[in-house]
Protein backbone atom coordinates (compact mmCIF):
# COMPACT_ATOMS: atom_id res chain seq x y z
CA UNK A 1 0.00 0.00 0.00
CA UNK A 2 1.33 3.55 -0.90
CA UNK A 3 2.50 5.93 2.02
CA UNK A 4 -0.61 8.17 0.21
CA UNK A 5 -3.24 5.79 1.24
CA UNK A 6 -1.54 4.73 4.69
CA UNK A 7 -1.97 8.44 5.60
CA UNK A 8 -5.67 8.76 4.16
CA UNK A 9 -6.33 5.94 6.32
CA UNK A 10 -4.99 6.78 9.55
CA UNK A 11 -6.33 10.38 8.96
CA UNK A 12 -9.77 8.97 8.17
CA UNK A 13 -9.52 6.55 11.19
CA UNK A 14 -8.72 8.60 13.95
CA UNK A 15 -11.20 11.50 12.65
CA UNK A 16 -8.30 14.17 12.28
CA UNK A 17 -8.12 16.71 9.35
CA UNK A 18 -4.65 17.81 7.78
CA UNK A 19 -4.57 21.29 9.93
CA UNK A 20 -4.80 18.70 13.46
CA UNK A 21 -1.89 16.64 12.18
CA UNK A 22 -0.09 20.14 11.35
CA UNK A 23 -0.43 21.04 14.35
CA UNK A 24 0.53 17.42 16.23
CA UNK A 25 3.33 17.09 14.19
CA UNK A 26 4.95 20.85 13.02
CA UNK A 27 5.47 19.30 9.46
CA UNK A 28 4.40 22.02 7.04
CA UNK A 29 0.49 21.72 5.36
CA UNK A 30 1.76 22.02 1.63
CA UNK A 31 4.28 19.32 2.52
CA UNK A 32 1.10 16.84 4.05
CA UNK A 33 -0.23 18.23 1.34
CA UNK A 34 2.05 17.19 -1.09
CA UNK A 35 2.60 13.10 0.69
CA UNK A 36 -1.44 12.87 0.98
CA UNK A 37 -1.25 13.27 -3.27
CA UNK A 38 2.04 11.22 -3.32
CA UNK A 39 4.36 14.03 -4.74
CA UNK A 40 6.79 13.22 -1.72
CA UNK A 41 8.10 9.77 -0.01
CA UNK A 42 8.27 11.03 3.69
CA UNK A 43 11.73 11.09 5.06
CA UNK A 44 12.41 8.83 8.33
CA UNK A 45 12.42 12.28 10.25
CA UNK A 46 8.69 12.53 9.11
CA UNK A 47 7.69 8.76 10.08
CA UNK A 48 8.64 9.68 13.12
CA UNK A 49 6.54 12.55 13.61
CA UNK A 50 3.57 11.10 11.45
CA UNK A 51 3.69 8.09 14.26
CA UNK A 52 4.28 10.06 17.12
CA UNK A 53 1.13 11.62 16.42
CA UNK A 54 -1.01 8.46 15.59
CA UNK A 55 0.60 7.14 18.91
CA UNK A 56 2.34 4.28 16.44
CA UNK A 57 6.01 3.14 16.27
CA UNK A 58 7.92 4.09 13.02
CA UNK A 59 8.35 -0.08 11.99
CA UNK A 60 4.60 -0.30 12.71
CA UNK A 61 3.71 2.63 9.90
CA UNK A 62 6.49 0.95 7.54
CA UNK A 63 4.09 -2.10 7.88
CA UNK A 64 1.14 -0.62 7.04
CA UNK A 65 2.78 0.33 3.94
CA UNK A 66 4.06 -2.60 3.20
CA UNK A 67 1.20 -4.74 3.47
CA UNK A 68 -0.46 -6.34 -0.05
CA UNK A 69 2.93 -5.69 -1.78
Known amino acids: MDFEIVLQNLLREY ?3 VT ?3 RQST ?3 SYVYKLLKGEHSP ?3 TLELIADVFGLSVSTLIQLTEQDH
Open 15 to 17: HMN
Open 43 to 45: SLH
Open 20 to 22: ELT
Open 27 to 29: LHP
